[in-house]
């Protein structure tokens, strides 16, 4: 895996000024039609925990798919998730989920949407955050942005590289919470790219910790997004 870019290399910042801040810290996202993620992964599901492999791909604005596989290579779930619709594979039980998108929301506050859900897998600043509404600060050498969006309060906190270091997103209402943290990154075709990505959901009593190492990315490849639910399959509406 690549060396993280020095710091040194970054544009300078005018602390003065917030819309051009905020058009520094979009210039750094990654640009793509496809995105292929694969790596090692870490799920702990309301303390059940397990280490698996996930291949992750995205076709920007129009769907993820997500294959996890034991670590003896078998396929156990599926999932393809469109802006509107989540569709979930359990190979192990023989079942099919389809919900809308609105499912999502048992995890995660109702302000997530499939935009911000692609910008976290990349790495990318979020668009519903980086807005002149919100508050800009330097923060300890390191930028800091927050705001609400309606009752979720979010703070975004960047590194050096002018990247997302960390995502805090608090529903106190709904007593859901969200927390992202990237603690690399790498250079991928000129661009700086996570090298893993770590995710804490809190949503009353359900816990979920995930940690993607990614293992190998590639931007702009032919992709496939196969799913196919099998007859032999429960399905759960």
Known sequence: MANPPVASETAPVNLNKKAENLSLLRSKDITYNTLSLKGKTSLNIDGNENNVNMTIRIKKDEKIWISITAIAGIEVARALITPDSLLILNRLQSRAVLKPFSYIYNFAGKQVNFNMLQSILSGNTVSDFTNEQADLVLDQDMFALSGDKGNLAFKVLFNALLKTAEINLNDARAGQALKVVYPGYQQLEGYTF?????????????????????????????????FTVPKRFETIN
Request: glycine fraction near 4%.
């Open 194 to 226: 996570p090298t893993s990505v770590k995710i804490n959901s809190f949503s009353g009593r359900k816990k979920i910790d995930i940690t993607f190492d990614f293992s190998k990315t590639e931007r702009n490849v032919q992709l496939d997004f196969p």
